[in-house]
């Protein structure tokens, strides 16, 4: 028998289909490719993700939980360490590999130090996962941002209508962190984002209440200094909108663990703020 919150749930996606298919939107949606699915077929950018190295970490604490997220009962599979009783959420959206063990074990790590968070890694690639660069070029760019936006609107939808919600994600998943946010809307209590697209449309950026945390490598090739400055201006000086910028001195994915070149010393400072910052706009102690 359906609940009168999947019955409510199944309406809100219907009607976002209609809009979506009507060319009419209840929210600012995504125009066309978002975040770095536009470098996806770029060579060098190819080249600039090392293939990772393979996962021998410890198995895994949280479960994977399907989301419906159309009126049809499809189902995104998400990764989920729960915090039972809590209504407080982090979003978690992979990079450009997919929601693979290394994600995971984020998720893990996110969950000893934010205690009474529940931690929930979204899966834009519906359930694929490589450690090929042509393959991840392909799931990147695969991605459409209608039905990513949909998908990640059903989902915070499902968590309630007093979830307080943070978003983090990586490169790819650093982008779709600000639009996971923007979705939340008032919700939405902290935004990070590592390397990701920053936005330029004012008219997107008017939904975001979250303060954010941006985390740029100054030896980026791909988010230039230029480009994140920019958007600190925008948001902080233009639209009166809280952002705190921290630079490090490395290259693009230097956060990701999986990654050859990985910078252990930029990647703990970061880590560092990161946790600061969520714990104090979520208030965990």
Same mark, same amino acid.
């Given at each position: 028998m359906l609940t009168t919150k999947r019955i409510i749930l199944l309406l809100v996606m219907s009607l976002t289909s209609f809009q979506l298919l009507h060319g009419q939107s209840c929210c600012v949606k995504p125009k066309s490719n978002t975040g770095m699915a536009v470098f996806a077929s770029n060579i060098a950018f190819q080249n600039a993700h090392a293939e990772p190295i393979p996962y021998d970490g410890e198995k895994h604490k949280g479960t994977m939980k399907g989301i419906v997220i159309d009126p049809a009962g499809t189902e995104m599979n998400c990764y989920l360490v729960e915090s039972s009783g809590s209504n407080k959420y982090l979003i978690v959206v992979h990079e450009w590999w997919g929601l693979n063990d290394y994600v995971k074990q984020a998720c893990d790590k996110y969950a000893g130090a934010l205690p009474g968070v529940n931690i929930l890694a979204v899966d834009l690639y519906k359930g694929a996962v490589t450690d090929n660069r042509e393959a991840a070029s392909e799931l990147m760019q695969k991605v459409s941002n209608e039905e990513a936006y949909v998908s990640l609107q059903a989902v915070i939808y499902s968590l309630g209508e007093k979830a307080e919600i943070a978003t983090t994600g990586w490169c790819f998943g650093g982008g779709w962190s600000l639009q996971a946010s923007m979705i939340a809307g008032n919700n939405a209590k902290a935004c990070v984002m590592y390397y990701g697209m920053p936005e330029e449309d004012n008219t997107k950026l008017k939904n975001l209440s979250a303060p954010v945390l941006g985390?740029?490598? =100054? =030896?980026?090739?791909?988010?230039?200094?230029?480009?994140?400055? $920019?958007?600190?201006?925008?948001?902080?000086?233009?639209?009166? =909108? #809280?952002?705190?910028?921290?630079?490090?001195? $490395?290259?693009?994915?230097?956060?990701?663990? #999986?990654?050859?070149?990985?910078?252990?010393?930029?990647?703990?400072? $970061?880590?560092?703020?990161?946790?600061?910052?969520?714990?104090?706009?979520?208030?965990? =102690?």
């Open positions: 985390i740029f490598a =100054k =030896k980026d090739m791909w988010i230039l200094p230029e480009m994140y400055k $920019a958007f600190e201006y925008k948001l902080t000086k233009e639209m009166n =909108k #809280s952002m705190e910028l921290i630079e490090f001195d $490395a290259e693009h994915a230097f956060a990701n663990p #999986s990654n050859p070149n990985y910078d252990k010393e930029a990647a703990a400072a $970061a880590y560092k703020r990161e946790i600061a910052f969520l714990k104090e706009k979520l208030q965990v =102690k």
